[in-house]
């Protein structure tokens, strides 16, 4: 398959020249005597393909290797690396097929198509022969796929809790500095940069939630797709909020998270039944976890194992220098690999673990509830709680005029309890509202 | 060079079975589906050498899988894998080389050992065809070399910056959480297993250099021994050091600190005469920096580079299971490996960037200094500052009964400016003693 003699250049092709790509383009050629010495080989660039020839670029490019015909760049015989920095599903789908069936091993950033049709291409990849490595899909520059796939093969993930979307991060911390709601401090964020003008896929955790699929299937050896993943963003989230997690000793972040739930063997979680849970939603974590203290638009993830314990990847999470940072790390890899005429480990989905509804997550949550000020309350409200199983850790309870405001931490219980627990509440006379509903994360149960 | 059949168990020797060889010995049992899974055969243990048959182990072992003849061990034609950890000099390189040379593909937690004489056994390991990988040796379970070796490929790593050292880091963080002097912050450290008996090697900063010499060999591409490094110890800082650091809102650690120092070209650190400086100390940096919330025997290790910008790995830097969670990620690695015929990347030195001597070493400095006091000193001690080329950022002057303290931070200078600067201090009248100096990293000169 090499069609390239020992000695030249292995050639890529660059799909996308945007904020990530032109970056790419940028490193190819800044760092062209590194990137030869730790290959083995030159890296040549082949071609750069782009939506239009005219706009204005971060990067001087030759006007000869700019092309519109993206499939016809990935179907050359002389490609053989491609990376893919376009986004979205179509035709980034299409331009990694046809990379792949035409002999080039591909490295993508596409965090959306792998988390929708990862298998797909996992299943190309295999078939060719070739690698396809995506890094940079997941918390921009920071390593944490080749980590989980390869430095903890040998060991037992059983959690990943990731602050994996700078944008939210961002929003909540200037909410949590500054005492800003959720709609100034997101102007903030888009007149800094941080936002796009729309930032639905960011403030609603649709891009937290593709990244939390590629980290499961990874830690978990499983497959998960984004529609596995249970999704909450932070539009919801009040100045309240924040301040009522403060009280606790808390912050409030966006959190993708990542459980291995053991089965019904002997708990150890290797049982054949153990599930992952998978979702992606605003949850309060004490000020001294490791998480707590990641500002601004940086991204965390933390790991447990069951025999390393719990390890922290910390940086920046977006941005073109740090994203193709970890594109080129990428393009070293499979080019390695390309010399030495191997593959990297590819897709490992052996275990297969099934994906538990939300209703069955476990976790501790933070109920505030607008209450009547008159005797019983309490107790009526407590029971509700004990009704449903959800056992209560803290209750605290603030006079107002003439109602009060009870906030209840409770012990963990599952999301269907507190659902159920909830709905009755709201049945309550003397409930006038159930004010706000936060799940508590970072803490044992 | 392969001598078992292709659905054949992969057999491993593990040498040592003490705190980590024991915990490798039963992650190989306990993981072992996963593992065979993992790499694609079953691995199997073919033998365990130790010192003492007889000895209580922290794992059951059939007495026919132990012996006392290592050497014979790793000759044995039916050994595929190696895993050494019995630490030290000697035997452990007579081991590995004998397990490369016999064709065995090896795993090494032996920091001393690849500080030492790395050289040597990447050069055993290139003839052989065979891997040796080694990331337990830094960090214990935190993946930083194949992050290094790997993610960060495609990028200019420009500086290394670690807590590596646990019982250091816990020595530090005791005195600076409780204002005890650094003797008894050692007997607690003791006390509680965080310190050994004889703390030489990490008190004194041993450990900590043979770990920075192998992060500079990653992060450069060149061949940095442990007799490169520049190495202090902790044993003469002192609470009145900790509480001048809490007042300039800094907290001591033991730093492994590796830089990439610009040639005389173009500055951007690409020049062929850019050289490195690799030392380890203790150092002031800013509370607000991500290693200073680095508590207890914990380790981190942050990373500039010039496009990923600034990363952090941090967790567990020892301890049995943590360290052989790593161990068991480079050997799924290097057995991955040997089914598909291949070897990881190898030592890369191509840069090969000089060391720099301590002198030329470039940092800021925290100096207290006893005077008269007595008009003009300020002004004395101020210009002895100058005279060697150190700018002075800040002074702090603090009357006492019949003389005064003067705090300096100065800009960035060299070491060898500094020292320069302290002698001439020394023999001045007005000066009764230069009472401590000590750097300060994680800010800008
Ligand atoms: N930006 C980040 O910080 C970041 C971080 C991590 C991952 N990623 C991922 O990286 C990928 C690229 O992101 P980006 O921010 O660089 O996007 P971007 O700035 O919008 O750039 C997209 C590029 O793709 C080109 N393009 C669009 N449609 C095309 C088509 N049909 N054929 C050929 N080229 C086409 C565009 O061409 P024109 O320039 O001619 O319009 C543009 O150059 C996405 O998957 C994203 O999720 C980005
Ligand atoms: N402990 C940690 O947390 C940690 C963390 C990172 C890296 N490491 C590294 O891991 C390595 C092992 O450390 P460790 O803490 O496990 O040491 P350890 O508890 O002292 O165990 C050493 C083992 O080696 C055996 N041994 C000694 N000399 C031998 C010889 N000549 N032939 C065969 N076996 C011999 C000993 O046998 P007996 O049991 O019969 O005496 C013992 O089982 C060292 O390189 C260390 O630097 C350790």
């Given at each position: 398959m090499t069609r390239t003699p020992p000695d030249a250049p292995l050639r890529v092709a660059v799909l996308g020249c945007g904020v990530v790509g032109s970056q790419v383009v940028r490193l190819l050629r800044d760092q062209a005597g590194d990137l030869a010495a730790r290959v083995g080989r030159?890296?040549?660039?082949?071609?750069?393909?782009?939506?239009r020839l005219d706009a204005p670029r971060d990067v001087d490019l030759p006007a000869d290797l700019l092309t519109t015909d993206a499939l016809g760049l990935v179907s050359r015989d002389d490609v053989d690396l491609v990376v893919e920095v376009i986004g979205g599903i179509e035709p980034a789908r299409t331009l990694i097929l046809t990379a792949l069936e035409h002999g080039a091993s591909v490295v993508s950033a596409n965090k959306a198509l792998l988390a929708e049709d990862g298998p797909t291409l996992f299943e190309a990849a295999e078939k060719a022969g070739r690698d396809l490595y995506y890094e940079a899909a997941v918390a921009g520059a920071i390593p944490i796929l080749r980590p989980l796939r390869e430095s903890l093969a040998g060991d037992r993930v059983t959690r990943v809790i990731g602050i994996v979307n700078g944008t939210t991060n961002f929003v909540l911390d200037k909410m949590d500095s500054s005492g800003a709601g959720f709609a100034e401090a997101l102007e903030e964020a888009q007149d800094l940069g941080y936002?796009?003008?729309?930032?639905?896929?960011?403030?609603?955790?649709?891009d937290a939630a593709a990244k939390a699929a590629i980290l499961a299937s990874l830690a978990f050896h499983s497959r998960v797709t984004a529609s596995d993943v249970h999704r909450e963003g932070?539009?919801?989230v009040t100045a309240a909020d924040i301040a009522s997690a403060r009280e606790m000793g808390c912050v409030?972040?966006?959190?993708?998270?990542?459980?291995?739930?053991?089965?019904?063997?002997?708990?150890?979680?290797?049982?054949?039944?153990a599930a992952v849970a998978v979702r992606v939603h605003p949850a309060m974590i004490p000020r001294t976890h490791p998480l707590a203290s990641v500002r601004e638009a940086y991204n965390a993830v933390f790991v447990e194992s069951e025999a390393a314990g719990q390890l922290m990847f910390y940086g920046p999470g977006a941005g073109g220098p740090p994203t193709a940072s970890a594109v080129l790390g990428d393009l070293v890899g499979v080019a390695r690999n390309r010399v030495t005429g191997t593959r990297g480990a590819g897709e490992s989905a052996y275990a297969d673990r099934a994906v538990l509804p939300m209703g069955e997550a476990r976790t501790r949550y933070h109920v505030a509830i607008d209450v009547d000020d008159r005797a019983g309350v309490l107790a009526t409200v407590a029971t509700a709680f004990s009704e449903h199983g959800v056992s209560i850790q803290t209750v605290r309870q603030e006079g107002r005029d003439d109602d009060a405001q009870l906030v209840v931490v409770s012990h963990g219980a599952t999301d269907a309890q507190l659902a159920a627990t909830v709905e009755h509440l709201r049945g309550l006379d003397v409930v006038r509202e159930v004010t706000s509903v936060m799940r508590v994360e970072g803490v044992e149960e």
């Open positions: 030159p890296i040549e660039l082949a071609g750069v393909a782009v939506r936002a796009e003008a729309d930032p639905t896929a960011d403030v609603e955790g649709f932070i539009t919801e409030v972040k966006l959190l993708a998270i990542c459980e291995l739930r053991p089965g019904s063997g002997d708990g150890d979680g290797d049982d054949e039944d």
